[in-house]
């Protein structure tokens, strides 16, 4: 054999080692990941669906909105809401779609319903961990032929994914990688890298969090979920569906109204003080949007900041019983300063 030939045998020998080396790591991270070697490897097609739930559980699988409330399950009607069957037709329905923030069964939107009294049924179609992509879906599918006279639209900084969760086999509740995308962007090799690899993933968040990109100075910087509501691009695609869901209840005969809830961190004063107008870009991206669509607005954060800021929660998106009493105040208030409640 000759030295050049030696030299492309070793240079080939020792591509085929490390490539099998990377996919050894690359399918055991995977396994991890996804816990189980199956999983693993359906992974590499795209991903695991999502889990077999079973009829006993709150939540099943669904293949267009990734999962939902189960039918069987007590307590939760034949549309898959929690709650009872929407009543016969003469009252004037409203409807409100949301994530964990309005999902509480005694939360804002139960309260609400007591403010308005019988003359409106207040239906509470709000899922734990949807995201505005997941509500569209469902307001289309399930819930417009109910003709409601009003559609609440309930959002949170973490919205404006495709889907935010997804459930493995052990009924977890896990962050999808889409939604962790976020933090490592789409752009150049490493980003191609991070979308199609676990484990380049995982080391490129390990090298932006130490990095001192990843640190980032504001506590969403480095936040899979929120994060993505300070950056531009997912906005535009919010805008589509805010529209699409704008139009579909106007066709039904109703108006769409939107809340859109403060994430706590923003009402820290420390935190607002490192530059205001980006701590609240995702409001002023709110605003824009809505006032380009003509959507009524009620942004929840000068509300929160004159009635108690960072005490109206128990964490940093949801709020405690006091919070949940602003929230209905408010919102019945804005909703009768519109004239919105004397809709026919």
């Known amino acids: 054999m000759t030295r050049s030939k030696t030299i492309l045998f070793m240079i080939a020998a020792n591509a085929i080692g490390l490539g099998l080396a990377l996919f050894t790591v690359e399918f055991a991270v995977r396994w991890r990941v996804e816990r189980g070697w199956w999983a693993a490897w359906k992974s590499f097609s795209g991903g695991t669906p999502y889990s077999e739930f079973g009829t006993g559980n709150l939540l099943v699988a669904d293949p267009e909105l990734g999962y939902r409330f189960n039918p069987a399950y007590p307590g939760v009607n034949s549309l898959g809401l929690r709650g009872p069957e929407p009543s016969p037709p003469g009252r004037k329905r409203l409807i409100v779609l949301g994530d964990s923030v309005a999902a509480p069964v005694d939360g804002f939107v139960s309260l609400l319903g007591k403010r308005l009294g019988p003359r409106w049924e207040v239906i509470n179609a709000a899922v734990f961990g949807y995201t505005t992509y997941q509500e569209r879906k469902l307001l289309e599918r399930n819930l417009l032929p109910l003709g409601p006279k009003l559609v609440v639209l309930q959002y949170c900084v973490n919205d404006n994914h495709q889907f935010l969760h997804r459930f493995d086999r052990q009924n977890r509740m896990l962050t999808t ?19 199609h690899s676990y484990l380049a993933f995982r080391v490129r968040v390990s090298w932006l969090r130490v990095s001192g990109k990843g640190k980032g100075q504001f506590p969403w910087d480095n936040r899979s979920d929120v994060g993505i509501a300070w950056q531009d691009h997912p906005w535009k695609q919010f805008e589509e569906h805010l529209r699409a869901i704008r139009d579909g209840v106007k066709q039904a005969g109703g108006g769409l109204v939107v809340v859109m809830a403060p994430f706590r961190p923003q ?7 490192r530059g205001p107008s980006y701590v609240l870009k ?37 709020f405690n019983p006091g919070g949940h009493e602003v929230v209905a105040g408010a919102l019945a208030e804005f909703l009768a300063g519109r004239g919105l409640l004397e809709l026919r």
Request: net charge negative.
């Open 282 to 318: 995702p409001q002023a991206k709110m605003a824009e949007i809505c006032g380009r669509n003509q959507v009524p607005l009620l942004d929840l954060y000068p509300v929160f900041a004159r009635r108690g800021g960072v005490d109206l929660f128990f964490d940093d998106y949801h």
């Open 267 to 273: 009402l820290d004063p420390e935190v607002l003080n």
């Open 177 to 195: 990688e889409e939604a962790q995308r976020t933090l490592v962007g789409s752009s150049g090799l490493g980003g191609w890298l991070a979308r």
